[in-house]
């Protein structure tokens, strides 16, 4: 039977390895703070705000249905995005879970990473197949209840056809919320698959079980932590974030401020920025974490059956 990881233990995991390993931690933050540096003063370049443009102009191509623009402007960024993430990721969960990882060199190009991308590739086709799963369900209830309308209420009045509208559009709420927690909370579980694969140094979807009974936990954990780091962020890049919405509004192209403000939209502040989402990425998975280490632990000592 796994042992269970207590939610303030989940909460806070990330935090507490930062004080127990003070040196592999500044280790990895400087790493990855300075290589977040680097990339936002090339974009702030001549040549970066150029690709910048050509970026923002081929999602705002794909968004109207032009799928050319994407072959030359987004696959090159969004591959390289992958194979970034693949690469943060597992330095993080090494830092988290693999108490013997290497000191000096945080990030790699090797087999937890390929571990990590299997898990991805795992996790998106589960949820794929549970959203598909869920869209075919409301599709049938959908068509039952306009089944239901043409055979019962038929000829009613425009009245009557509003009051039909509304229970329609509050059965549609009604399905979709306990749908979304459900799917964030098997998420949640079966993300603890990505630190497992790292503490085992195999790859494994075996999340689910090492989470069984601290689902509900998970979810409460990742909540907070989402809650807390939407604030800081808002604080870090409130100004980008108002600037988004006005772009949403009005319709129109980038202006230069507004391509300026999407190239570092941290200004004077990305010093502090960096760092800060370093620290706030090893604490959102911290909960995951938390969970994989004490089952890794527990099935290494045989407590596991």
Not at 53 to 71: F, K, N, V
Not at 280 to 291: C, E, F, K, Q
């Amino acid at each position: 039977m796994n042992e269970t990881v207590p939610f303030w233990e989940m909460l806070t995991h990330g935090f507490r390895a930062l004080v127990r390993r003070p040196v592999h931690a500044v280790i990895l933050i400087v790493i990855a703070s300075a290589a977040m540096i680097a990339y936002y003063t090339w974009v702030q370049s001549p040549g970066g705000l150029a690709w910048m443009r050509s970026y923002m102009d081929a999602t705002a191509a794909l968004s109207q249905g032009e799928w050319m623009p994407i072959l030359s402007a987004l696959i090159i960024p969004i591959l390289a995005g992958i194979g970034i993430a693949m690469i943060a990721y597992s330095g993080a969960y090494r830092f988290l879970v693999r108490e013997k990882s290497k000191i000096w060199l945080p990030f790699q190009i090797g087999a937890d990473e390929l571990r990590v991308f299997g898990v991805t590739v795992g996790v998106t086709l589960l949820v794929l197949a549970i959203s598909a799963g869920y869209l075919l369900i409301l599709g049938l209830i959908g068509l039952i209840i306009g089944l239901f309308i043409d055979l019962f209420i038929e000829g009613v009045s425009n009245g009557a056809g509003g009051i039909v509208d509304l229970f329609v559009a509050v059965t549609g709420i009604i399905l979709f919320i306990p749908a979304l927690v459900g799917l964030i909370y098997v998420t949640g579980r079966v993300s603890v698959s990505y630190p497992l694969s790292i503490k085992e140094k195999r790859l494994t979807l075996g999340g689910w079980k090492a989470s069984k009974g601290q689902g509900w936990a998970l979810l409460g954990a990742h909540l907070v932590l989402f809650v807390v780091s939407t604030i800081i962020q808002f604080f870090l890049v409130g100004d980008m974030m108002m600037a988004s919405f006005e772009m949403g509004a009005g319709g129109s192209g980038l202006s230069d401020d507004q391509l300026a403000l999407m190239a570092n939209p941290y200004g004077e502040g990305l010093y502090i920025a960096a760092p800060a989402y370093i620290v706030i990425l090893i604490a959102m998975l911290g909960p995951t974490a938390a969970v994989a280490a004490k089952a890794g632990d527990a099935q290494a000592s045989g407590s596991v059956s």
